[in-house]
Every structure is written in C-alpha cells, then in structure tokens.
C-alpha cells in the first residue's frame, strides 16, 4: 500500500495543483462577473467587451484539463479586470466607503466631549449603619 501511494504521489500532486488552479479561476470569474453586474454604468463599453471575452476564454480553457491554459486565461482575465477593480474601489472611496483617515480629527473629537473624570466610592449596607 506504501509503495502504491508513493508510486502515485507525483500524480496525485499534479491532480491537486489541477484542482487548485481550477479553484482559483472559478473564483475570478465569479468575481469578475459580480463586479461587472454591480458596476456595469461606469464601465466602458470596450472595458466590458474585454472582460466578458476573458471570461468566456476562461469558461472555455475550463472545459479542459490542462492546467498551464487555465493559469494563462486566469492571468488574462484577472488583467482584464483590473480596471473594473480600479472602478470599485473609487467607486466605494466616493460614496461612503473607505476614507482617508485623519488622525487630527479624532483627537479634537475626543477633546470636545464632555467627560467628567471622578473618583467614587463603594458603599455597602453594613456600612450605613
């Protein structure tokens, strides 16, 4: 059994980097295809071309099973939607997303607040007496 598992091992590798690299592209088209739902009015129209067209290469290349193909199309369509990533997150940083921080302004906030710093003291039932 031992020597089956080590006869098999470099196979075994290679249908698990398979796996992964499929993995990884069905997430970017995943990806790839949400953004361009979500910001598909501030996308160029060639922009989108270019995008559906690497999704489409990538759907196709994952029909097979040669892995360096897949990484290829990946890389192509992650290159492709790199401008819709530069939407998004302009996009998010304009309306109420992430701003730039400014470490002055919660300082003076913190030295407007009325605070009243004071010093208390337990007192128990027994102590009443």
């Known amino acids: 059994m031992i020597k ?3 006869a098999h091992a470099d196979e075994d590798r290679k249908v698990r980097e398979t796996v992964e690299v499929r993995n990884q592209a069905d997430a970017m088209i995943h990806s790839a295809e949400k953004s361009l739902k979500d910001l598909s009015e501030q996308v160029e129209e060639d922009d989108k071309k270019a995008i559906e067209n690497a999704i489409a290469d990538l759907k196709k290349a994952m029909q097979g099973s040669d892995k360096e193909a897949i990484e290829a199309k990946t890389q192509a369509l992650a290159m492709a939607s790199s401008k819709l990533a530069e939407k998004a997150y302009s ?3 304009g309306e109420g997303g992430p701003e730039p921080v400014d470490a002055n302004a919660s300082s003076q906030a913190n030295a407007n607040d009325d605070v009243v710093d004071a010093e208390f003291e337990e007192v128990k ?3 009443k007496k």
């Open 4 to 6: 089956d598992a080590e």
């Open 91 to 93: 996009a998010g940083a």
């Open 125 to 127: 039932e027994d102590d």
